[in-house]
């Protein structure tokens, strides 16, 4: 579905990506893990068309897409979701979902697609007049994944979604994106939360220094004692807050 060829990203003389290939399948949770400062977020930008790459290929669906930009990849059914998406904290729960919809078209299109979705956010069906600002964080996660559901995304290109949670909360958001699957829409997972996101994925991808260092099934990612020290230690330690 999505497929990348030695994908470099340079940020003026920093090099953040330095060639990374990688490829998602149909209905498969990858997820790419790594610490603060590994590269990560700079390849979802490249890969959503708002930061150009200066090397590689990115393909998706066949098509090669590494020179669109944002709004043509989006229109394909590629759905990024940044670091610190901003939810529009005065509107309901309802108008923020339908916000998301726009690629859509159409209102009617746009209900059809809330009435679909509701029932698989209970706590967001049961707060649904409500301002987004009065949701807990947790909630509020789901509201911005819920939100970029209501696109219909092939896939969700989502970066650090469980940023500032407890860790409760963290674990509910990662299970909510998961279940995800079920649907049909494939995701990238970029996470410094390594063991969670570990936890939920179909396979794993760590990064460190701009380039993939191990991938392969998670639970041989989580019990490899090189990568647990120097890739994946920080996981479960990270403060709250980083970028
Ligand atoms: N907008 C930017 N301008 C300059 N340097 C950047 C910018 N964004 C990221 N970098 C640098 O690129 C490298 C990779 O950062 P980033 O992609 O944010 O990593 P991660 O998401 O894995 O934490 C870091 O050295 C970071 O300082
Ligand atoms: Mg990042």
Redo the contacts with the bound molecule.
Sequence with gaps: MLELQNVQ?Q??P?A??RGVSLSVAASELLALV????????????AIAGT?RPVQGAIRFLGAEITRLDAPAISSLGLTYLA?GRPLAPTLSVRDNLLSGAHVLRSMARAYDRLEELLPLFPALAERVDSPAATLSGGERQWLVVARALMARPKLLLI??PTLGLAPRAARETLKVIADLRKSGSAILL?E?NAALALEVADRGLV?GG?LIIAQGAPRELIDDPSLTLSYLGGATTRPAI??
């Design positions: 990203v940020h003026g920093t953040a990506v790594g610490p603060n400062g590994a590269g990560k977020s700079s390849l979802a930008r930061h670091e970066d650090e970029i410094q990064m701009g980083t970028t």
